[in-house]
């Protein structure tokens, strides 16, 4: 079984930063294609963020420009740096990995992800 356990949330001003991190208990998650979503009290899931296997990177429009996904290809862990942070990037985000390697394509779409991690909150306040 796969585990993923992200870290790095808590609360922060709005234009402040946050890095979020994400390790997977594989030793080496090279070729997957992973992400992260967030998901604020009373809303559904949002796709923030994916890289592929190959490197692509996709951006959910709400943060291009702010964020930016990376990770280490031969070792752990996945990265999500915030900046410029508003309000409304309020929530519990949360990384994923494909069931596969070189999944092709993967994106933002909830359903292409295997594994999930339980979350971790982040806060932005005025």
């Known amino acids: 079984q796969v585990h993923l356990v992200e870290s790095g949330g808590g609360s922060v001003q709005a234009g402040g930063s946050l890095r979020l991190s994400c390790v997977v208990s594989?030793?080496?998650?090279?070729?997957?294609?992973m992400a992260w979503f967030r998901q604020a009290a009373g809303t559904e899931s949002e796709g923030v963020a994916s890289i592929d296997g190959d490197g692509t990177t996709t951006y959910g429009d709400s943060v291009k420009g702010r964020f930016t996904i990376s990770r280490d290809n031969a070792k752990n862990p996945l990265y999500l740096q915030m900046t410029s942070l508003k309000l409304e990037d309020t929530g519990r985000y949360s990384c994923a990995r494909t069931r596969w390697p070189n999944s092709g394509r993967t994106g933002l779409a909830p359903y292409r992800y295997f594994y999930w991690g339980q979350g971790t909150p982040v806060t932005v306040s005025s």
């Open positions: 594989e030793y080496s998650h090279d070729g997957y294609s």
